[in-house]
């Protein structure tokens, strides 16, 4: 078996965080480990996943770097979740940021256009 990645984000609650999560990654968690985890695959053997830890909750740093990033960021804005801010560096790769309710970075990068 290959490497499995997973990156996970604390949420001071996890019923306030869930809804928020199924509408940015646009579908409902691949598993329930618990009652307060929820993990979606992001692509092969890699995840991503909330967890309710309120102490760390808000400091989580996640990219996601994608093929279809134009694309990517239209369809979660149609789900009602806008960028935080958007950034571009030289070559051409953007990132754009949300943040979820507990202020957690949630990012999504690639080329553009």
Same mark, same amino acid.
């Not at 869930?18 to 009652?35: H, I, K, T, V």
């Not at 996601?64 to 958007?86: H, Q, S």
């Given at each position: 078996?290959?490497? #499995?990645? /997973?990156a996970?984000?604390?949420?001071a609650? $996890?019923?306030?965080?869930?809804?928020? &999560?199924?509408r /940015?990654?646009?579908?409902? %968690?691949? /598993?329930?480990? #618990?009652?307060?985890? +929820?993990?979606?695959? @992001? +692509?092969?053997?890699? &995840? @991503? &996943? *909330?967890?309710? =830890? %309120?102490?760390?909750?808000g400091? +989580?740093?996640?990219?996601? /770097? @994608? =093929?279809d990033?134009?694309?990517?960021? +239209?369809? *979660?804005?149609?789900?009602?979740i806008?960028?935080?801010?958007?950034?571009t $560096?030289? !070559?051409g790769?953007t990132? @754009?940021? &949300?943040? =979820? %309710?507990d !202020?957690?970075?949630?990012?999504?990068?690639?080329?553009?256009?």
């Amino acid at each position: 078996m290959g490497p #499995n990645l /997973f990156a996970g984000v604390p949420v001071a609650g $996890y019923a306030a965080a869930l809804p928020w &999560y199924e509408r /940015f990654f646009g579908s409902p %968690p691949a /598993f329930l480990p #618990n009652d307060t985890e +929820a993990v979606w695959e @992001v +692509a092969e053997h890699r &995840y @991503v &996943y *909330i967890v309710e =830890d %309120p102490v760390r909750a808000g400091n +989580a740093l996640v990219l996601t /770097f @994608v =093929d279809d990033l134009d694309e990517r960021v +239209a369809a *979660i804005g149609r789900r009602g979740i806008e960028p935080a801010r958007r950034e571009t $560096y030289d !070559g051409g790769v953007t990132k @754009v940021v &949300y943040r =979820d %309710p507990d !202020g957690n970075e949630i990012g999504v990068g690639g080329s553009t256009g």
